[in-house]
């Protein structure tokens, strides 16, 4: 999904479960148990996408951060200009704690891509 974004010249963005306390990401910038992370070329270095884990290095508030995430903490990719991509279920053996679940939202910028 992330390669079909930057394809076609769009911004990927991934959710990211915060929950899991194998989960690295800067101290108050998650809302809810969640962070949204800019994951673009320009935006962040040494990208590696696994089957186990999401790392990169970025820069928040103009300090250097190593974001490391479990697969399982991933909850959507998305391209940040149109919205389309694709939402994951969270694996509950993969955090501590799973949010409540949510109501759709209307008018949700989210879609699914078969």
Same mark, same amino acid.
Request: aromatic share 6%; no cysteine; proline share 9%.
């Given at each position: 999904m992330h390669e079909w974004i930057l394809d076609n010249n769009l911004t990927p963005y991934v959710i990211v479960s915060t929950t899991s306390p194998d989960?690295?990401?800067?101290?108050?910038?998650?809302e809810n148990?969640? =962070?949204v992370l800019n994951v673009s070329p320009t935006a =962040?270095?040494?990208l590696s996408i696994?089957?186990?884990? %999401?790392?990169?290095?970025?820069?928040?508030?103009g300090r250097a951060f190593h974001?490391?995430?479990? =697969?399982?903490?991933? %909850?959507?990719?998305?391209?940040?200009?149109?919205?389309q991509g694709m939402a994951f279920e969270m694996d509950p053996g993969g955090?501590?704690?799973?949010?409540?679940?949510q109501e759709?939202?209307?008018?949700?910028? %989210?879609?699914? =891509?078969?």
């Amino acid at each position: 999904m992330h390669e079909w974004i930057l394809d076609n010249n769009l911004t990927p963005y991934v959710i990211v479960s915060t929950t899991s306390p194998d989960t690295q990401v800067p101290a108050g910038q998650a809302e809810n148990g969640r =962070i949204v992370l800019n994951v673009s070329p320009t935006a =962040i270095r040494n990208l590696s996408i696994t089957n186990e884990r %999401l790392e990169f290095d970025g820069r928040f508030g103009g300090r250097a951060f190593h974001v490391s995430a479990p =697969i399982a903490a991933v %909850l959507a990719v998305y391209a940040k200009e149109s919205g389309q991509g694709m939402a994951f279920e969270m694996d509950p053996g993969g955090t501590d704690s799973e949010p409540a679940p949510q109501e759709p939202t209307p008018g949700s910028h %989210l879609r699914v =891509i078969k």
